[in-house]
């Protein structure tokens, strides 16, 4: 049995590796690199700077634009990139006037661009198939017109934080000192906010709306472990967001299963065993200190 077993697995590599010389696959792979390097980037910003739950509620707050798209019949992207940089300034203005209130902020928020979003696509006339791979992403669905607007928007995301890394690296440690030394902290929370709703828009179909704050959260989480910067948290990100995107895109591949969630579900199961043997490591390597007679 495990013989018959590998035999499969192998034959499926193999089946794998043959589907890549297919156009939809080569897609594929291109937005996994995308997706990879906007996680790894901003999603070290997003978890340094504890903004996890803002992030969350940006990403949410995007499908009132893919319901905007619908309602228009407007291209979902372009109108979605619009309408959750909108949503992000907002959130960032009312977040920095009213930060005791700031959960309560995103979470109204949070649940207006959804509601939005479901009520312009119930008034859309008729129904759109695609509409679940923005919800639970679908990166085998990724279009070449898709591909050129992700390599725009991670040039943007790539060449604002070359220029303000310093000034983000003072805010993501300190705001104070970043304050003090002169650094623009409201613009630089801004701009920051703005990045997330760049970076949410890109990796909508690879993983979905709905599980997008993952995908941001758990590489850069996994990186700080190994990291003695920011900018090397960055790199590591970037490589295990690309190791749970190639990964989840097998798995979903061999076992036909939706691949936002394969994605999601390799880079869960990653945290929890590295979380897992990191704790493990530490009881059975713990100095026991022996008492003096």
Request: net charge neutral; glycine share 10%; aromatic share 12%.
């Amino acid at each position: 049995m495990p013989v018959v077993k590998a035999t499969a697995m192998t034959e499926s590599l193999g089946f794998f590796l043959d589907s890549l010389s297919m156009g939809f696959m080569q897609n594929a792979l291109f937005a996994a690199l995308f997706s990879a390097v906007a996680c790894g980037v901003i999603g070290s910003l997003v978890v340094v700077n504890r903004l996890v739950f803002l992030a969350g509620g940006v990403a949410h707050t995007a499908y009132g634009g893919v319901g905007l798209a619908f309602f228009l019949g407007t291209p979902v992207l372009p109108t979605t990139v619009g309408f959750t940089l909108a949503g992000s300034l907002a959130m960032g203005a009312l977040t920095l006037t009213h930060r005791e209130r700031s959960d309560t902020v995103i979470g109204v928020l949070w649940a207006s661009g959804m509601a939005l979003g479901v009520i312009l696509l119930d008034l859309t006339p008729g129904y759109n198939v695609d509409l679940m791979s923005y919800l639970f992403g679908s990166i085998l669905a990724v279009g070449t017109d898709d591909l050129y607007l992700m390599a725009g928007l991670n040039l943007i995301i790539l060449v604002l934080v070359f220029f303000f890394y310093k000034d983000f690296l003072a805010l993501s440690f300190d705001r104070e000192f970043a304050s003090a030394r002169g650094a623009p902290v409201a613009f630089l929370h801004f701009l920051l906010l703005g990045l997330v709703a760049l970076t949410v828009v890109m990796i909508i179909r690879v993983v979905g709306l709905i599980l997008v704050i993952a995908l941001v959260s758990i590489p850069p989480s996994l990186a700080g472990r190994h990291s003695s910067s920011l900018r090397a948290m960055m790199f590591f990100a970037v490589m295990w967001s690309l190791a749970f995107c190639l990964l989840g895109l097998f798995f979903s591949f061999v076992f036909n299963i939706s691949s936002g969630a394969a994605i999601i579900a390799v880079a869960a199961m990653a945290y929890f065993l590295v979380i897992s043997l990191g704790w493990l490591l530490r009881t059975l390597f713990r100095p026991h200190h022996q008492e003096e007679p």
